[in-house]
C-alpha cells in the first residue's frame, strides 16, 4: 500500500507545521502547564479560522468533509509541540461520537457548533476492562468518571454510560449535575479532570449500544496514535540535532556507534509506526473490515514506540536531558499518559488477538 501523502496532504501538514511552530511551539505547552484551563482564547480562534475543527466532518454539518487521513495528518502535527487544549477532546473524542452515533438532529445542532469552534466537548469512555461507570437513570447521568480530557472546561460531556437494557452514548444538555475536579497529572500539558455526574440531564446519542462505542474508541485510539507519532517524530529530530552538535572526547557524539545504534533503532520505530498509524487511518476512513483490528495494532505500537522513542531521546540527551530546561521531559510524560490513554499495548493485543480468534475460530 502506497503510504506517500498527496499534494494535498503535504500542503495540510506543512502549514499546520508552520502554523504551529509560530503560534504554539514548545514554549506555548510550557505556558499553558501553568494556566487553569490550559489554552488560549486566541490560539484556539486562530485554530477555528483555519478549519481544523471542522476538518473531518462532513460538509453538510459545516465541516470540511477531509476525512480522517487529514485529522491524523493535523493530530500528528499537534503531537510534534506537545499542543495543549480543547482540540482533542472535542474534535476527536465527543465529536467523532456524535458523528457516529448521533441521530440526524443531534448532528445538525451539535456538530455546526464544534465546527465553529463556539461547543467544547469531553469525552467519558469505558476504562480499560471495558466497564463504565456512570449509569442512565430517569433521563439523566449518575456516577463518577475519571482523568477525563478538559473535563472542567467543556461545555458538554459524551458519557459511555449503562441503562436498563445495554452501553450507550449520552450527551448532556450543559453542565447542569456535573461537578469538575481538576487533577494535576503527570503530563501537565494536558488538562485532566475527575467528574461526578450527580442527575446530570442527557439524551442518548441515536440509538447504538456497545458497537458504536467501540467505533468511537477506535477513532480515539487512532487519532491518539497519530499525535505520538508525531511526538515520537519530533524527540528523533532533537536527539540526532544534539548528537551532532555535542562534542564529548574531540568528537560530536553522533559518530560514537552506540549513539548511532540507538539513533537508528528510534528511526525504525518512528517509520514503523508511522505506516501502523496511516493504515489505520486508511482504514477507519473507508470503513474497512480490518478498522478494528488495524485500529488496536496502532495504538499498541505507539504505546511502546511512542515512550521508547522518548527514553532513548533523553539518553542520547545525556543528563541535560533530564533537567526541566530541556524540553525532552514534555514529551516523554505526554508518552507515559498517552501510552496506558483508551487502553495500553497488553490492552490492545489481546483485544487483535480476541478479534483474529472470533474471525477464524471454526465454527462448530
Known sequence: MEFDLDDEQRALR????????????????????????????????????LGWTGLPFAEEYGGAGQGFIALAILLSEM?????????????VLAGSAIAEAGDEAQRKELLPAICEGELKAAL??????????????????????????????????????????????YVTSGR????????????????????????????RLGDGGWPAVQRVLDRASVGLAAEMLGGAERVL?????????????????????????????????????????????WALERDH????????????????????????????????????????HLYFKRAKASEVAFGDASWHRERMARILRERYAPTP
Do not use: C
Open 14 to 49: 506543512d502549514g499546520a507545521r508552520r502554523f504551529l511552530e509560530r503560534e504554539a511551539g514548545i514554549a506555548y505547552a510550557r505556558a499553558m502547564m501553568e494556566d487553569q484551563r490550559g489554552f488560549t482564547d486566541d490560539v484556539w480562534r486562530k485554530t477555528v479560522e
Open 79 to 91: 503531537g510534534r509541540v506537545v499542543l495543549p487544549g480543547p482540540f482533542f477532546p472535542t474534535v
Open 124 to 169: 467519558v469512555a469505558p476504562n480499560a476492562e471495558d466497564r463504565v461507570s456512570v449509569e442512565y437513570r430517569g433521563d439523566r447521568l449518575h456516577g463518577d468518571a475519571s482523568f477525563v480530557m478538559d473535563g472542567a472546561v467543556a461545555d458538554r460531556i459524551v458519557v459511555a454510560a449503562r441503562d436498563a437494557d445495554d452501553v450507550g452514548l
Open 176 to 203: 447542569d449535575g456535573v461537578a469538575a475536579a481538576p487533577i494535576s497529572a503527570m503530563d501537565q500539558t494536558r488538562k485532566v479532570a475527575d467528574l461526578r455526574f450527580d442527575g446530570a440531564p442527557a439524551e
Open 237 to 281: 529530530e532533537l536527539s540526532v540535532e544534539y548528537a551532532k552538535q555535542r562534542v564529548q572526547f574531540d568528537r560530536p557524539i553522533g559518530s560514537f556507534q552506540a549513539v548511532k545504534h540507538r539513533a537508528a533503532d528510534m528511526l525504525l520505530e518512528v517509520e514503523s509506526l508511522r505506516s501502523a498509524v496511516y493504515y489505520a487511518a
Open 289 to 328: 473490515p480490518d478498522a478494528s483490528l488495524a485500529a488496536s495494532m496502532a495504538k499498541a505500537y505507539a504505546s511502546d514506540a511512542y515512550r521508547s522513542v522518548a527514553a532513548s531521546g533523553i539518553q542520547i540527551h545525556g543528563g541535560i536531558g533530564f533537567t526541566w530546561e530541556a524540553d525532552l
